[in-house]
């Protein structure tokens, strides 16, 4: 079994950074698929980042030079590294597990970005 938790999550100015953490516990192995995914109300979720096996990463165009996906596999954890922050960043972030077509995923994080 999986479990995730995210971490991290609060307000901040625009232009600011935040790093979110997601801390895994079960059965996660260093080449499982982990994403970082936002949810606004009223709006589908999006995928925001991705790390793969390899820590190959990908990244939607909205957040690509200001976001960073990462990876420490001592801890089993899972950074995101949000910089220059947008008002157009404020979601509920939530980070995922996929393995196999099944996919696990954490409570989620709020982040507000508000001056």
């Known amino acids: 079994q999986v479990q995730l938790v995210e971490s991290g999550g609060g307000l901040v100015q625009p232009g600011g950074s935040l790093r979110l953490a997601c801390t895994g516990s079960?059965?996660?192995?260093?080449?499982?698929?982990m994403d970082w995914w936002r949810e606004v109300p009223g709006r589908q979720r999006e995928l925001v980042a991705e790390i793969a096996s390899g820590d190959i990463t990908w990244y939607v165009d909205s957040v690509k030079g200001r976001f960073t996906v990462s990876r420490d596999n001592a801890e089993i954890k899972v950074y995101l590294q949000m910089n220059n922050v947008k008002l157009e960043d404020t979601a509920v972030y939530y980070c995922?597990?996929?393995?196999?077509?099944?996919?696990?995923w954490g409570q989620g994080t709020q982040v507000t970005v508000s001056s």
């Open positions: 079960g059965n996660i192995d260093r080449n499982d698929v």
């Open positions: 995922s597990l996929t393995r196999n077509l099944q996919t696990w």
